[in-house]
């Protein structure tokens, strides 16, 4: 199975993405599977052609899409997508939409193509905190998760917390939920989750 697993590039004042972090710590080939891996821009306008490109591309069995959101202390597979951009902060382009229907042809919000409840339960079964979450947010993470819902391979978003360097904190991670918290998490310990997550599809 090949399975195309994205992150997203720091953002703002960010020298960090946790989701990046974790997708360059995945490796090429666990058992079975082929990863292929890709950092997707933190813009509304350019991020969602860049992952369909990739997903032309690879031609991928599952997608897998990582983003980081600083006030959770769990991994979160997101039930859904909403079908609008409300930007708290500029995306690295400057660009900073409020109230800007993604899709007018679209309905209000999109399925995950991937149950998500069931890899939260594969994660807590393996002694991870996770749980499913139905508020991506509204700044590109959901933008991405709300496209990739569409998409015609089995998708999932999933957010990890904004884990940070030790004794250092998370600046803009906090788009999602608008608080950073200490998660408690390593970069090892998600990238252990996670391949949890592929060993299980």
Same mark, same amino acid.
């Given at each position: 199975?090949? $399975? =195309?697993?994205?992150?997203? *590039?720091?953002? %703002?004042?960010?020298? @960090?993405?946790?989701?990046?972090?974790? &997708?360059?710590?995945?490796?090429?080939?666990?058992?079975?599977?082929?990863?292929?891996?890709?950092?997707?821009?933190?813009?509304?306008?350019?991020?969602?052609?860049?992952?369909?490109?990739?997903?032309?591309?690879?031609?991928?069995? $599952? =997608?897998?899409?990582?983003? *980081?959101?600083? %006030?959770?202390?769990? @991994?979160?597979?997101?039930?859904?997508? &909403?079908?609008?951009?409300?930007?708290?902060?500029?995306?690295?382009?400057?660009?900073?939409?409020?109230?800007?229907?993604?899709?007018?042809?679209?309905p209000p919000r999109r399925p995950a193509g991937l149950d998500p409840n069931i890899v939260a339960e594969i994660l807590v079964r393996a002694g991870f905190n996770a749980a499913v979450s139905d508020d991506a947010g509204k700044f590109v993470c959901n933008h991405i998760a709300f496209l990739a819902y569409d998409m015609r391979v089995p998708a999932l978003f999933i957010h990890v917390p904004a884990v940070r360097q030790t004794g250092s904190r998370a600046l803009v991670g906090d788009e999602t939920d608008g608080t950073t918290v200490d998660s408690g998490w390593s970069f090892e310990q998600l990238t252990d989750a996670i391949m949890t997550v592929i060993a299980s599809l």
């Open positions: 199975m090949h $399975i =195309l697993v994205t992150g997203f *590039e720091p953002f %703002g004042s960010d020298t @960090i993405n946790a989701s990046s972090e974790v &997708v360059s710590r995945l490796p090429k080939s666990p058992g079975p599977h082929r990863i292929s891996t890709a950092i997707l821009p933190v813009a509304f306008d350019t991020s969602g052609p860049a992952l369909e490109q990739l997903v032309d591309e690879h031609e991928p069995d $599952i =997608l897998l899409c990582l983003g *980081e959101a600083g %006030g959770r202390s769990a @991994i979160t597979p997101e039930a859904y997508g &909403v079908n609008i951009n409300d930007a708290r902060i500029p995306d690295n382009n400057g660009h900073q939409p409020r109230g800007h229907v993604i899709d007018l042809q679209a």
